[in-house]
């Protein structure tokens, strides 16, 4: 095999992994944003609850 044809062969491996890379990371894009999601969600929902918007569960004895 000639040195131009294993530079070539390289680049082609080089970018077919490179694009299997990028539809894999566009596949799990939906993934990512619905994970970030919930956390916004646990975020607010401990906030209402810290601020005293929810229903407490602690009871103070007087």
Do not use: V
């Amino acid at each position: 095999m000639k040195y131009k044809d294993r530079i070539s062969e390289r680049e082609y491996q080089d970018r077919l992994e490179t694009l299997l890379k990028n539809a894999l990371t566009t596949n799990l894009q939906p993934l990512r944003s619905l994970e970030t999601a919930t956390k916004k969600r646990r975020a607010q929902k401990k906030a209402a609850t810290d601020s005293g918007f929810t229903k407490s569960t602690k009871r103070t004895s007087g």
